[in-house]
Structure formats: C-alpha cells, structure tokens
C-alpha cells in the first residue's frame, strides 16, 4: 500500500498530489521548485540559489521518507533554459554524490515561473 510522505520543511504541494509516496522499498518525490518552505514564496532568482533550494526541498522529503541523496536511483530534471545546464550541474553535483541516472529536458515554463524543478526517485 502507499504511504503519503508530508514534511513542514519543504514546501506544500500547490495542487493535488502529495510531496512524496513511498511504494515498498522506492520512494517517489513530487517535483520540487525554489519555494521556500518557511514563507512559501521563490525568494532566489539564479539558477544557482533555485537549484540549492530545489535540493533543500528534496533532502527534506527524501528525509521524512526514511530515505537521502545517496540512495536516489534516478531523477528528472527540467530546466526552463538551457543554457542554465552547466550552472545546474555544479549544485546538483554537490548533493547527488551517488550519481544516479538521470533525465534532464528544458522546458517552455514551470510553475512560478521558476527555472528548475526536480524529482527523484530513491530506495527508502
């Protein structure tokens, strides 16, 4: 049966779907934008800033799930330009040590307008 991941630290879904859903040994995140948890607003403007808080958000739910970085077994990435990919790199790099497999597309929009979004899935 799945189990509805919810955690304060990161930022509530803005639709209906839940932050995560842990499936027997995989957990599944929701994709995850620069909303900053405490005041639910996108506070940072580079892709740097969005993309460290993108990774914040996902530590939090990967987190909550029983699960981290360094168990992820894929993630999809979206970009809204990119020419950001080499500046998404540095950061993604940074928190998925591991390196899993990995999709990454650029996109014409994400919601708020934000450059970045990504989710993950990873062993629980």
Known sequence: MAEKIYTK????AIGPYSQA???????FTSG????????GAVEADTIEAQTEQV????????AQAGSSFDKA??????LADM???????????????SKPAR??????SL????????EVIAEA
């Open 9 to 12: 630290n990161a930022p509530d």
């Open 21 to 27: 859903v842990k499936v027997g040994s995989l957990v």
């Open 32 to 39: 995850q934008i620069a909303i900053n948890p405490a005041t």
């Open 55 to 62: 990774c914040k958000n996902l530590g939090a739910v990967l």
């Open 73 to 78: 077994v894929k993630t999809v990435c979206f």
């Open 83 to 97: 020419g950001d990919f080499a500046a998404f790199n540095e950061v993604y790099g940074k928190y998925f040590t």
């Open 103 to 108: 999709s990454c597309v650029a996109v014409k």
């Open 111 to 118: 919601p708020k307008n934000v450059l970045v979004e990504v």
